[in-house]
């Protein structure tokens, strides 16, 4: 098993340009999460899924937009980027039935915005 | 609003002595309490969990506590190995999502 793998690794932009990370696992997890990590901030929410075709706003999602086409993989997308959203992009999935609420997570994406 | 607290951003150890890392929260609704440890270029990892209707969980070297009245939990480290040198994070479960602290760089010296 992979488990939770995420692409790109590494991406720069200027600002205003436009892309999509993905995010995919292989565990048949129901929930799936987008989240960044910033200096001195921890990991905060952005958007996350409960299950296929379903998304939800997480606690910072201003400036992203997702998709869940499929129970594998979770799309984060920039339609126009700024440098503010310079940060390290962390992805995550649980099962529906998780007694501590576990989140198992992906290796990152490291995005500079210029 | 933060509603968990990590207030060191960073602690350094010695090898072999106990590592003590703090965490406060404000949420009464929290139900679990995780802490995850990272290292660079990596995700986090999940590294042991609390209910909240319990005090203590341990696993090995590591020990949670939970003290519920004061709203604070800490992670034992014991003994400390230079493999334990990891950003930690203290996170608590509400509904579908985790609250992240901020995290705490742990460094143990040799």
């Known amino acids: 098993n992979a488990g939770v793998t995420q692409t790109p690794k590494f991406r720069v932009l200027k600002t205003g340009q436009s892309m999509t990370l993905l995010c995919a696992q292989d565990?048949?997890?129901?929930?799936m999460y987008w989240y960044r990590q910033d200096p001195g901030m921890g990991l905060r929410l952005i958007h996350y899924s409960v299950g296929e075709g379903t998304t939800a706003k997480g606690e910072v999602p201003d400036g992203y937009n997702v998709s869940r086409l499929k129970k594998q993989n979770f799309l984060l997308g920039l339609e126009s980027a700024a440098p503010s959203q310079t940060s390290v992009y962390f992805c995550?999935?649980?099962?529906?039935?998780?007694?501590?609420?576990?989140?198992?997570f992906g290796p990152g994406t490291r995005l500079t915005v210029l | 609003d933060q509603q968990v607290k990590q207030n060191s951003p960073s602690l350094s150890v010695q090898e072999g002595r106990i590592s003590i890392l703090n965490c406060d929260y404000t949420n009464s609704m929290f139900d679990y309490f995780l802490w995850y440890k990272k290292y660079p270029a990596e995700g986090p990892t999940f590294l042991i969990s609390i209910s909240s209707i319990k005090d203590k969980n341990e696993d090995g070297r590591f020990t949670v506590f939970l003290n519920k009245s004061a709203k604070h939990l800490s992670l034992h480290i014991v003994p400390s190995q230079p493999g334990d040198s990891a950003v930690y994070f203290c996170a608590a479960s509400v509904v579908q999502k985790l609250v992240f602290g901020q995290g705490t760089r742990l460094t143990i010296n040799p």
């Open positions: 995550a999935s649980r099962p529906q039935m998780s007694w501590d609420n576990e989140q198992f």
């Open positions: 565990m048949n997890h129901e929930y």
